[in-house]
């Protein structure tokens, strides 16, 4: 079955940086487009970034890009999201989210459990 595992979540200052790592199996990795996706307490799911199935192309909700950059080691089946400068605003459960097809802008059918992120000083 798939399976999305996330890590890397915790408590960090800030201005500090977080690296998250999603563990993906139980489907053909590199030809799905990924995407992460956070909740904050008391809000809706929001999008923050997508990339293409071979890495060649990556997407970023437009108050995260040059923050947050999105990769992914299609030989290790992982996805991975580098956040900079974070803020308390950050502070939310991040997924990883797989979408139906190589599409980013198509629907997503599967999430991770999802790993919180605390930004506090």
């Known amino acids: 079955e798939v399976q999305l595992v996330e890590s890397g979540g915790g408590l960090v200052r800030p201005g500090g940086s977080l690296r998250l790592s999603c563990a993906a199996s139980g489907f053909t990795f590199d030809t799905y487009a990924m995407s992460w996706v956070r909740q904050a307490p008391g809000k809706g799911p929001e999008w923050v970034s997508a990339?293409?199935?071979?890495?060649?192309?990556?997407y970023y909700a437009e108050s995260m890009e040059g923050q947050f950059t999105i990769s992914r080691d299609n030989a290790k089946n992982t996805l991975y999201l580098q956040m900079n400068s974070l803020k308390s605003e950050d502070t939310a459960v991040y997924y990883c989210?797989?979408?139906?097809?190589?599409?980013?802008?198509?629907?997503?059918?599967?999430w991770g459990q999802g790993t919180q992120v605390t930004v506090s000083s």
């Open positions: 990339i293409s199935r071979n890495g060649a192309a990556s």
């Open positions: 989210a797989k979408a139906r097809n190589s599409d980013y802008r198509g629907g997503y059918d599967y």
